[in-house]
């Protein structure tokens, strides 16, 4: 007899050749790169290519994949409607997203068109909560680019671009979390693609997975200057509080996303940005890191992906409500590889469960129940 695993810890429920996670080392490979060397070199394009179909793109195939994504981008009228409807319903992005994304049906049934029109619904529902016009797509623009340009109508400089290129390849695909297990649930019924994006966007959508980089910006902002750091971070502690942006489930040393996203964010902020603002958030870390080593010796408790993920975004100039409908964005091209690989894996994912309700009542008809 199988018995449970709780959250099923342990579990190996896939095989796959699309990431690794390794929590002891912290190590993050990426259908065979290392984090690393892919996320600050590859266009969001490229790394998309390379999980879709194993290998890097060369410079023809890049340019027409490039060419398929831009021509995908125009919404539907009938996504606009719905768009329309979520917006004077007052629902923020991550609703709006999970609800419009299934509008994608009504023209496409490919793989490029939920990447393509993700950044457009999320930039069309910014713009629109705030009551203005989407901007339509341009066609000239890259991935990354076309996202910043439909936020605000101003083509994006290169900074910015690479800044935004890098964090969208560092959270691509992470392992067989809960929205692209779910993913490969849907897909493993012989459902649609759609369906399987817009479960995905469903379960990426609660605080426990999507997360919310936002509070470890907030924590920053409320230190306010480095002299406060240990005092404000000391009675969190105090309280009981978890220091936002610290720990992880998975890794047991350094989130190696947060290496990316920290090299990234230096760049983005020496040369773009405000280097005060950066270098409060690297005093507070450090004194975060050697506060929860004496409050908690031993838990390993590292600088997880949601801190620099916060600073990065903030120094691209996206609002916090923002940051995990970005993440979404970059993650849909991790759920297609996965529904990809299960549908060749070709089989129905169906786990047991182990029942642990009564056994052997016994009937009552209605006028004798008791209670």
Known sequence: ????????????????????????????????????????????????WLLWHGELPRAAALARFRAELAAARPLAPATLAVLR??????????????????????TAADDVTPVAQCPVIVAAHWRMRAG????????????????????????????????????????????????TFTARVITSTGSDLVSAVVGALGALKGPLHGGAPGPALDMVFEIGEASRAEVVLRA???????????????????????????????????????????????HVEATALRLLEEA????????????????LLHGLGLDASLFTPTFAMSRVSGWIAH?????????????????????????????????
């Open 132 to 179: 203005l016009a989407p901007v339509a797509p341009r066609a000239d623009l890259g991935h990354a680019a076309s996202f910043l340009y439909l936020l605000d109508g101003r083509e994006p400089d290169a900074e910015r671009v690479r800044g935004l290129e890098t964090y969208l390849n560092t959270v691509v695909d992470h392992g067989l979390n809960a929205s």
């Open 85 to 106: 409807e979520c917006v004077a319903a007052g629902l923020d992005a991550m609703d709006t997203l999970r609800i419009v994304a299934g509008t994608i049906s009504l």
């Open 1 to 48: 007899m199988a018995t449970a695993q709780t959250g099923l810890d342990g579990v190996v429920a896939a095989a796959t050749a699309l990431s690794d996670v390794d929590g002891e080392r912290g190590a993050l490979t990426i259908a065979g790169f290392a984090l690393e060397e892919l996320a600050a070199h590859a266009s969001f394009e490229e790394t998309t």
């Open 236 to 282: 969190k502690l105090a309280r009981g509080e978890k220091l936002m942006g610290f720990g992880h489930r998975v890794y047991r040393v350094r989130d190696p996303r947060a290496d990316v996203l920290a090299a990234a964010a230096e760049r983005l902020f020496t040369r773009a940005g405000d280097m005060a603002l950066y270098q409060l958030a690297r």
């Open 339 to 371: 529904a990809s690989e299960q549908r060749r894996a070709g089989r129905i994912i169906r786990p047991q469960s182990e029942y642990v309700g009564p056994r052997g009542r016994a009937w009552v008809p209605v006028d004798r129940r008791i209670g």
């Open 296 to 311: 908690k010796p031993g838990r390993r408790l590292q600088t997880n992906v949601e801190f620099y993920t916060a600073l």
